[in-house]
């Protein structure tokens, strides 16, 4: 008997051992751990994100998430893979696979289209300055995400994670609803454990809105500590990458790969760049803090199941020993009219900039809303470009009202969050990032109720969206806004909230 019982226990080691590996939801800390210890390499991992991309993201019913993957994401494993065992990871991204939203820019085997059909083929001459600092701290970029066209600058009722080159990237927690953008295929390839992290980009929602009805974290930096050069802009004045993972600390740990001071981007120049934004995370962090809880401008319409999972995150805050400064309001007259003037303006200068410097097979805007008008059939099939238009309409960056308007954005946005913080002597602010998912709508557009980026995305601030909530099984989340610069603090408040609840449940896959 006992002979028997030996040989069963010794089949059934064999077969545990000959089990395929699942990593889903790992993290980098884990990841670099089995690294370490010959557990695993790299060319091992890539191969299996890119089964599941091929089980989940490809076959039916597909996410729609990725947009192209890289043809040298193994080849560029397996150097890495021996370059740790000769010397040892180059960087805290070493090994690790990443996604990138199809806006930026490398200059290697993939394209660079922002999702449209008419940049099919755009291959820039360098890789985006963040591309250059990811494959300097070992990171393997897998692929390009599919996003909503033109970061869903082109319409007024554009379907998020809709692009005439990447179809629709579909919600993981429910395939009818948004996943909203334009950031959609990072935040919903992280979210499905399609890779480990990703990168996206934001001028006003577009990282936090995917993060939170993806159930994943989203940083929107501060504006300068990421470099934007080889990104396709919509508005200078706003725009930013930023990191998307399922944890803080992954985010915290691409956010400090990706930062850098760039010559040919003025904003880094006084970047706080120092920071190792992982380092010193614990779950204590909100101890003592002065947390303002904003209330009444986080959109029209309320949400019951948003209201409650608000409520039960200031409780959570305050059992974790952070001071609240509750009702806070900010004054936002005049702010989203003067927004949209500014990014009008911004988009056509630094769209033809951008178009002319990359070598883009269009050279202007104008040419790009001739080729759409040309091949509307298949670019415009459910949505116009009359947000191109009014752009196209706009005069140079030297008018007056651009500049009037330019000000006033900042001044509120600035005077808003400064006096807030100033008033009630606080360390971070917070409020729900979005309402949940609303469903996709080929015909009216995007059906947005309650949404918070504006603050943070004008100002130029920092903020962090974190898992909160459900609603009906669809994932909501809390945003964290801070001062300038002040990331470090923000993601160790973040951290803490997040090791406090622990709420992320990845979709049913």
């Known amino acids: 008997m006992r002979n028997t019982l030996g040989i069963v226990c010794t089949l059934m080691l064999a ?5 395929e590996p699942d990593f889903r939801e790992a993290d980098i800390a884990e990841l670099h751990d089995q690294l370490q210890r010959g557990a695993l390499r790299s060319e091992q991992l890539v191969e ?29 494993a397996r150097a ?60 393997v970029i897998l692929g390009k995400t599919n996003l909503s066209e033109w970061a869903n600058f082109r319409s007024t009722r554009s379907s998020s994670g809709w692009s005439s080159a990447g179809g629709q990237t579909l919600n993981p927690y429910d395939t009818r609803r948004t996943p909203c953008g334009s950031s959609s ?29 993806n159930g994943i974290v989203g940083i929107k930096p501060t504006l300068g500590l990421i470099s934007r050069s080889g990104i396709i802009p919509i508005a200078h004045s706003q725009d930013t990458a930023g990191p998307m993972g399922r944890t803080v600390r992954d985010a915290a740990i691409l956010l400090t790969a990706m930062t850098g001071i760039d010559p040919d981007d003025p904003a880094t120049l006084n970047a706080e760049v120092r920071h190792d934004y992982s380092a010193n995370l614990t779950a204590d962090a909100m101890n003592g803090k002065r947390v303002g809880v904003v209330r009444g401008w986080y959109g029209e319409g309320r949400h019951p199941d948003v209201d409650a999972s608000f409520e039960a995150s200031i409780e959570t805050i305050r059992d974790a020993g952070a001071i609240i400064a509750d009702d806070i309001s900010l004054d936002g007259d005049g702010l989203r009219a003067a927004e ?33 008008r040309a091949n509307a059939d298949t670019v415009m099939p459910f949505f116009g470009q009359e947000v191109f238009v009014q752009a196209q309409d706009k005069g140079a960056l030297t008018d007056p009202a651009y500049l009037d308007a330019l000000e006033t954005s900042k001044r509120i946005a600035r005077t808003a969050i400064d006096n807030a913080i100033v008033e009630h002597e606080l360390d971070v602010l917070i409020v729900p990032t979005n309402g949940p998912a609303w469903m996709i709508d080929h015909v009216n557009g995007d059906n947005f109720s309650i949404g918070s980026s504006s603050w943070a995305a ?19 989340g809390l945003t964290f806004i801070s001062s300038p610069w002040n990331e470090k603090q923000l993601i160790e408040i973040a951290h803490a909230f997040e090791q406090a609840t622990r709420v992320r449940k990845p979709p049913e896959l």
């Open 15 to 19: 077969a545990c051992a000959e089990r």
């Open 48 to 76: 299996w994100y890119l089964e599941r991309i091929e089980s989940i993201d490809r076959a039916g019913p597909s996410l729609n998430a990725i947009i192209e993957i890289n043809p040298d994401a193994l080849s560029i």
């Open 80 to 139: 890495l893979d021996d370059e740790w065992q000769s010397s040892g990871p180059r960087g805290p991204m070493h090994g690790i696979p990443v996604l990138l939203k199809a806006n930026i820019d490398t200059a290697d085997s993939m394209s660079t289209t922002a999702g449209s059909l008419a940049l099919t083929g755009h291959v820039p001459p360098a890789d985006a300055f963040v591309v250059k600092r990811l494959r300097d701290a070992g990171a």
């Open 185 to 213: 295929g990072s935040a919903v390839a992280v979210a499905a454990n399609l890779a480990t992290v990703s990168v996206g980009t934001e001028t006003n929602g577009s990282i936090v809105c995917p993060a939170s009805i």
């Open 340 to 372: 949209n003037e500014v990014l009008l303006y911004e988009f056509r200068s630094d769209l033809d900039r951008y178009l002319e410097s990359s070598g883009a097979p269009l050279k202007s805007l104008s040419a790009l809303i001739a080729f759409n």
């Open 458 to 476: 004008i100002s130029g601030y920092p903020s962090i969206t974190v898992p909160a909530g459900f609603a009906d099984g669809l994932p909501l």
